[in-house]
Every structure is written in structure tokens, then in C-alpha cells.
T-cell receptor, first 113, second 115 residues
């Protein structure tokens, strides 16, 4: 079956530090990959996505590249801000037929001033 | 404004007392789903619906019911709630067009406490 594995948090950084949150996946078909962000007290919002190998998704300074050879979709940002503090979820939708999207367990990011 | 609206946002109730959490979307999306979010477990899908009158079980359907009589609404029903259903619940929707490449739109969540 499909699965998504994220690094455990919390990840604690100082403002302007470089961020990497690792995400690896297993899938039976040809998945699309997503990063969602959940701010405190809110639902999940799409941050970025990539639908095929070597695609790079980007938004709000965050980037992630779909790496089929390493089955990874790591989230990066060059300089984090306090306002980036949130929980980040890696997810996949498998075009192999399953209608049940698979989410990772989420990684909490805390950015200190 | 495009949105998914859940009600109530918070509910404390007792074991065995039937409850319904409503979910409504104004984007004319075909696909709707319910998730629960628990610490250390991430999001787990409870039920999903591909369109009106079409529903199917997700990963953790036990103890829950859903219905999809109208395209915009997808209520989650707990006929006899138990304490292990204490959780944070999210409703989500997405359009059918574009298939599984389409991201989901989430509501703001409903925090249920079953005593």
C-alpha cells in the first residue's frame, strides 16, 4: 500500500535559518505529491504540489522537488520567519486507482525570533 | 469566498448521545471527505464521497456514518459516540476534474470531546 514518512518534529529554528523537512513515500502507481500547512486553529491549506518526476513545486519561498529515484519530496526554505511556525504535512495522491489520499504524520515547525 | 464550512467548531458531549457534524462547501466540488487528526497519527480518512449518493469507507470508518444527499453537504454522524472518538475532525473537498492531481480544500476543523 501507499505510505508517506516525514521526519519527526518539532523542528525548532531561529528566524532566517534554512529549513529542510524530509518526506519519503511509497506508492503503487504514479503519485502526485503535496505539501500542506496547518496554522494553529486552522485547517490544512495547500502549500505546493508536484505532479510528475523532477517537477519542482514552489510557493511563499518554500520549494520541493519530486525525486522519483529517491522517492522523496523534501520541503525547503532558505530563510524562515516566525510566521512560518505551523505543522507541515506531506501527502500523496496515487493515480493508480486509490481514492484515499495518504498523509504523513505532520512535522511541527517552531521558529523563534 | 470559496470555503468549506464545518459546524460546530467545538463540542463536548457524553458517551452514547448521537451527534452530527455538518460540512458544507460552496465550490460545487464532487469529491468530499472526512478525516480525523490525532497526535502522532496524522490525518486518517474516515469516509469519502465521489458524488451525490456515492460514499465509501476510508481507513477508519468504524463508529461513523455519512450521507451525501446534496452535492454541497456531507454530514458526519456518530450514532453512539465513545471516548475513543475524541479527536479533531476535518472535512475536505476537491473537484473531480483534474483527478487526483487536484489539492483538497479543508474546513477549519471540529474538536470533539466525548466524555
Amino acid at each position: 500500500g501507499n505510505s508517506v514518512t516525514q521526519m519527526e518534529g518539532p523542528v525548532t529554528l531561529s528566524e532566517e535559518a534554512f529549513l529542510t523537512i524530509n518526506c519519503t513515500y511509497t506508492a503503487t502507481g504514479y503519485p502526485s505529491l503535496f505539501w500542506y500547512v496547518q496554522y494553529p486553529g486552522e485547517g490544512l491549506q495547500l502549500l505546493l504540489k508536484a505532479t510528475k518526476a523532477d517537477d519542482k513545486g514552489s510557493n511563499k519561498g518554500f520549494e520541493a522537488t519530486y525525486r522519483k529515484e529517491t522517492t522523496s519530496f523534501h520541503l525547503e526554505k532558505g530563510s524562515v520567519q516566525v510566521s512560518d511556525s505551523a505543522v507541515y504535512f506531506c501527502a500523496l495522491s496515487d493515480t493508480g486507482g486509490s481514492y484515499i489520499p495518504t498523509f504523513g504524520r505532520g512535522t511541527s515547525l517552531i521558529v523563534h525570533p | 469566498e470559496a470555503q468549506v464550512t464545518q459546524n460546530p467548531r467545538y463540542l463536548i458531549t457524553v458517551t452514547g448521545k448521537k451527534l452530527t457534524v455538518t460540512c458544507s462547501q460552496n465550490m460545487n466540488h464532487e469529491y468530499m471527505s472526512w478525516y480525523r487528526q490525532d497526535p502522532g497519527l496524522g490525518l486518517r480518512q474516515i469516509y469519502y464521497s465521489m458524488n451525490v449518493e456515492v460514499t465509501d469507507k476510508g481507513d477508519v470508518p468504524e463508529g461513523y456514518k455519512v450521507s451525501r444527499k446534496e452535492k454541497r453537504n456531507f454530514p458526519l454522524i456518530l450514532e453512539s459516540p465513545s471516548p475513543n472518538q475524541t479527536s479533531l475532525y476535518f472535512c475536505a473537498s476537491r473537484p473531480a476534474g483534474g483527478g487526483l492531481n487536484q489539492p483538497q480544500h479543508f474546513g477549519d476543523g471540529t474538536r470533539l470531546s466525548i466524555l
